[in-house]
């Protein structure tokens, strides 16, 4: 497995636009699940390595959705859950990782929607920490919410979320 590091991109003029270089190199017109070289075993290793760092972090076992078998017609690998009880915010955390990257995004709920901004500064630098441990680019959510302007044709992508985060 590749071992990498990545820079949080928050609020940082230079990883703003850095990511936004990411997420263009990443977008491919033909492969909108995941990219023509996405390698499952190594997806699944880091996605391990990310539940155990956050089962440590946290103090719990979290929950998780993940790979193939039961995530399909998406453009992500999974979702991790830690439960509500292990939090400082006192909600349940999403993370969910893509197929793309490596590149994972967090907030307080499942889907689009859902925000970072009410996340607990602990929690938040918690879950950073793990992400950037296991090798992925967090992706906050306001970037994800910009409309898509990819080179993907596809009637299922509205925003950068749905292309990397999403079912399709």
């Known amino acids: 497995m590749t071992t990498v ?8 003029a230079d990883a703003q636009d850095l990511l936004w270089t990411k997420l263009r190199e990443l ?5 909108l699940e995941r990219p023509a070289d996405f390698d499952e075993a190594e997806a699944a ?5 990310l539940v155990n760092l956050v089962d440590a972090a946290f103090g719990c076992e979290c929950s998780t959705d993940a790979g193939p078998a039961l995530i399909q017609d998406a453009s992500f690998y999974g979702d991790l859950r830690v439960p ?4 400082y915010t006192g909600h349940e955390l999403w993370i969910r ?20 901004a009410d996340i ?3 929690d938040r630098d918690r879950i950073e920490n793990a992400l950037t441990s296991a090798g ?4 906050p959510k306001a970037a994800l919410r910009n409309a ?11 925003t950068w979320w749905s292309r990397y985060f999403d079912y399709l």
């Open 5 to 12: 590091r990545c820079a949080r991109p928050w609020g940082m």
């Open 27 to 31: 977008d491919s017109p033909t492969h």
């Open 45 to 49: 290793a880091r996605f391990v390595i």
């Open 84 to 87: 509500a009880a292990a939090t």
């Open 97 to 116: 990782v893509s197929n793309f990257g490596p590149m994972a995004t967090f907030s307080s709920g499942p889907g689009d929607a859902a925000d970072m």
């Open 120 to 122: 607990a500064r602990s």
């Open 136 to 139: 992925y680019l967090l992706v």
């Open 148 to 158: 898509y302007d990819g080179r993907a044709n596809s009637p299922f992508l509205y």
